[in-house]
């Protein structure tokens, strides 16, 4: 299969990576990547406790021996990191990033999932470490929502606001992380508050849509990696702006391009527009 590689990779300086949920689809994407980077080397890698893929290699899934096992100490798997890559379950992330603090480990973070309180969490522990945490690393939904504030903007009034999302059956939460942002960027283009303006289920009776609302549909099945579509539907016309992934590789890669932003940072929260070069 072909890889997905970053060209723009700088060969020095070295950065010694851990991945957390080592076993998981971006878990084994991550360790894939890491060890194709000639900048990276893979430091470290963790899964939860009784996890059947603990004390085996991180990269035996690849048919090869990288010399890292995946442990659930969470000291010893952090022992030789300076930055964790953590995509795995909100609880999992936050037990992880009180450890990161103390070692003063950076993080990047791709979980998704958390709740507000969880979020203020990490901007807190972000006071001592650096962490980036977005709910996609990819360039293209990144760059997506950069369109997305300026469609929002132009399309102000007259159009009714749908964000479509649609993923694997193995997805725990919903909507996306991805959806959610989308619905941030837009309600914050168009100065509304996202919490009041969300519509998340629609059954029975409804009454007819209230323009000032945005609305989201989430969609499960099969093998689907990550589409986004957000609709801007007005009388005679639609607009659709969507993205959609075809691979989990594109995540890997925009989690390394974020190790290698985070090298230049003593503590901060940032996110891809940060990495990126968007704001
Ligand atoms: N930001 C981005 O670009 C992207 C974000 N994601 C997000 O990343 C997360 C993981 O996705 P994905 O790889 O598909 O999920 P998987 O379920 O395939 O992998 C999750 C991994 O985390 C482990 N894990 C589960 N619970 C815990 C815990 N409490 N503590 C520590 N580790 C735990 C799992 O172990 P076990 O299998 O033993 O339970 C598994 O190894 C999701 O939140 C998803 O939305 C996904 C893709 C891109
Ligand atoms: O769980 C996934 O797979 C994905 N999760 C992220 C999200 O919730 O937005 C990113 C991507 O869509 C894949």
Sequence with gaps: MKRVTDSSAPTTPLRRIAIAGASGRMGHMLVEAVREAPDCRLAGALDVAGSAAIGSDAAAFLGITSGVPIVSDLRAGLADAQVLIDFTRPEGTLAHMAVCRELGVQMVIGTTGFSDAQKAGIAEAAKDIAIMLAPNMSVGVNVTLKLLEMAAKALATGYDIEIIEAHHRHKVDAPSGTALKMGE???????????????????????????????????RGGDIVGDHTVLFAGIGERIEISHKSSSRATYAQGSLRAVRFLAGQKAGLFDMFDVLGLR
């Design 185 to 219: 960027v837009i309600a914050d283009a168009l100065g509304r508050d996202l919490k009041e303006c969300a519509v998340y289920a629609r059954e029975g009776i409804t009454g007819e849509r209230d323009p000032s609302t945005i609305g989201f549909s989430a969609i």
